[in-house]
């Protein structure tokens, strides 16, 4: 039986420290998919359209990796793809009880499916997608930060926005 796990977020956008838990996650896992949980609580700068496109690029060079979207809950898109496991990353204690909190309710929806968490890597421990929006939006360095795909999206985004 293949081991299928599935990468939910935001994704808003993509950055190297998704990317960097998702390349990890797929070393381990037969198949990930990175799923675009949309969350009516977050305004996000990228449509569901756009970042999944974004996405795509970015993980392109991955091959057991697919990318989709999802209105629901977390648990069922796990189900309706075969699988077994969730992978999130962590960043700081603050996500620790974050991820708490998102793992007790998962259990107690769907208890088949495991959730597992990848440890970031120090050079990314800082890094979030509001960050690297905030960069972008005064025109600051974010080319460690994201892919090129990204960095360009994030420069039309807000040379839009201003013009
Ligand atoms: P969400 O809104 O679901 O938290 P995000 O897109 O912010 O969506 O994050 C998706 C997942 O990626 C989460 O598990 C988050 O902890 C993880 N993640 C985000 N940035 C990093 C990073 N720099 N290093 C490791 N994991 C990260």
Redesign the pocket.
Same mark, same amino acid.
């Given at each position: 039986m293949s081991k299928i796990a599935i990468c939910? +977020? #935001?994704? $808003?956008p993509i /950055?190297f +420290?998704?990317l $960097?838990?998702i390349q990890r996650g797929a070393n381990v896992f037969d198949e990930v998919y990175v799923v675009i949980?949309n969350?009516s609580a977050?305004n996000s700068l990228f449509s569901v359209e756009e970042r999944l496109e974004l996405i795509t690029e970015a993980t392109k060079h991955m091959p057991n990796v697919k990318v989709d979207f999802y209105q629901g809950l977390t648990v069922d898109y796990a189900e309706s793809v075969s699988a077994n496991a969730i992978i999130? +990353? =962590?960043?700081a204690t603050s $996500?620790f009880e974050y991820e708490m909190q998102g793992t007790s309710m998962n259990r107690f929806l769907n208890s088949r499916i495991e959730s597992f968490f990848i440890m /970031?890597k120090n050079q990314? #421990?800082f =890094? #979030? #997608?509001s960050i690297v929006k905030e960069v972008a939006k005064y025109g600051g360095d974010i080319s460690e930060l994201v892919p090129p795909v990204v960095q360009e999206a994030l420069s039309k985004k807000y040379a839009q926005q201003k013009g």
């Open positions: 939910p +977020g #935001s994704f $808003d /950055t +420290g998704h $960097d838990i949980v969350n977050k999130r +990353g =962590l960043r $996500d /970031t990314y #421990s =890094l #979030s #997608s």
